[in-house]
């Protein structure tokens, strides 16, 4: 009796620190980015030699689900819509809208995802937004442990690929180890 409570109880342990340790190699994997939208400039109507500004801000960086912007506005809003009402700057019937001066909108799905100003005019000069989310089935390489720099990041992604592979390699040892001493002690337990 005694022995078979001893047995389960290990086995409990063992369960769960397999179980902590899947969790905690997946958390750098997931790690979230959340991206100020236009940087310095906010989202605001781009000078009149610089209408593309958003997109080649979208274009300098890499969206992956989970990942989020922050869009920071005064006297303005902004609309989720489709590509339709994108390119037209048709605020009639947006997907969502914002207006309290700072919105953060997740990015829950691979694909397009089309912002624009509520204000038609402001939108028609500029003020337009459309970000690819990379889809997950894409080979995207690994974020290391330490989330890198925005500017880093966006500049050189793969060599982030050997950290992240190491810090993977690192803990699945850790947990063979692990899981070695658990099975160790269960064979020697009385
Ligand atoms: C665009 O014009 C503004 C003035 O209207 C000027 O300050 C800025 O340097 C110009 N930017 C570019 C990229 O030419
Ligand atoms: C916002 O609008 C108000 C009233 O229309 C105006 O007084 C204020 O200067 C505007 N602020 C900005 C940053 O444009
Ligand atoms: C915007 O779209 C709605 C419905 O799709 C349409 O009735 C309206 O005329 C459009 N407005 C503009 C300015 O294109
Ligand atoms: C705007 O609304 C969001 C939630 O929708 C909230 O988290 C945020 O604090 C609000 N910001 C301001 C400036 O009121």
């Known amino acids: 009796m005694q022995k078979y409570t001893n047995m389960a109880s290990l086995l409990g342990l063992l369960c769960t620190s397999v179980m902590v340790i899947l969790v905690s190699t997946n958390v750098p994997v997931k790690a979230a980015k959340e991206f100020k939208v236009g940087e310095d400039l906010g989202w605001t109507v781009p000078d009149a030699n610089n209408t593309a500004i958003f997109n080649q801000w979208a274009s300098r960086n890499r969206f992956h689900i989970g990942d989020s912007l922050s869009f920071e506005y005064k006297n303005d809003s902004?609309?989720?819509?489709?590509?339709?009402?994108?390119?037209?700057?048709?605020?009639?019937k947006p997907i969502a809208a914002f207006n309290n001066g700072t919105?953060?909108?997740?990015?829950?799905?691979?694909?397009?995802?089309?912002?624009?100003?509520?204000?038609?005019?402001?939108?028609?000069?500029?003020?337009?937004?459309?970000?690819?989310?990379?889809?997950?089935?894409?080979?995207s390489p690994p974020?290391?442990?330490?989330?890198?720099?925005?500017?880093?990041?966006?500049?050189?992604?793969?060599?982030?690929?050997?950290?992240?592979?190491?810090?993977?390699?690192?803990?699945?040892?850790?947990?063979?180890a692990l899981i070695a001493t658990f099975v160790t002690f269960l064979l020697s337990a009385p």
């Open 78 to 92: 902004v609309l989720v819509v489709d590509k339709y009402d994108y390119y037209h700057c048709n605020t009639s």
């Open 143 to 176: 974020t290391s442990a330490f989330p890198p720099e925005p500017d880093e990041a966006a500049a050189s992604p793969s060599p982030t690929q050997s950290s992240g592979v190491l810090v993977s390699v690192t803990l699945s040892s850790v947990s063979v």
């Open 103 to 139: 919105s953060v909108v997740k990015l829950d799905r691979p694909g397009p995802f089309y912002f624009i100003s509520g204000n038609p005019d402001h939108c028609k000069n500029g003020q337009r937004l459309l970000v690819d989310v990379m889809s997950p089935h894409k080979i």
